[in-house]
């Protein structure tokens, strides 16, 4: 089992930056690739950006590209999302997600379906 929380939501001016974190505990062991996905209200949970276990990989939604960076600290089972020039249209609440995959987390950061681990997660407000 793997427990996630989410942190550093918030509310932020348009051109604004926040950094997400989400800290993994129990059977983690750094297997784990990890996503970030957000929900807007009234719209689907969409893949955000996504970071491989096995090569440290990353991958990024159109959207976001250029704008938001993803890293992991292993040594401190985190995770994180840092958020530049925010628009009001990446407002949503943003969930970390885990699971084990033996390809490349390109292959199933689009998709919700296959990741079995979930946060609470954290609410985003971009706004003037």
């Known amino acids: 089992q793997v427990q996630l929380v989410e942190s550093g939501g918030g509310l932020v001016q348009p051109g604004g930056s926040l950094r997400l974190s989400c800290a993994a505990s129990?059977?983690?062991?750094?297997?784990?690739?990890m996503a970030w996905f957000r929900q807007a209200p009234g719209e689907e949970r969409e893949g955000v950006s996504c970071?491989?276990?096995?090569?440290?990989?990353?991958d990024y939604a159109d959207s976001v590209k250029g704008r938001f960076t993803i890293s992991r600290d292993n040594a401190k089972n985190t995770m994180y999302l840092q958020m530049n020039r925010l628009k009001p249209e990446d407002t949503a609440v943003y969930y970390c997600?885990?699971?084990?995959?033996?390809?490349?987390?390109?292959?199933?950061?689009?998709?919700?379906?296959?990741?079995?681990?979930w946060g609470q997660g954290t609410q985003v407000t971009v706004s003037s």
């Open positions: 997600a885990a699971e084990r995959f033996a390809l490349t987390c390109s292959y199933y950061y689009t998709d919700s379906r296959p990741w079995g681990y």
């Open positions: 129990g059977r983690t062991n750094n297997r784990y690739t």
């Open positions: 970071i491989s276990s096995h090569d440290g990989s990353t």
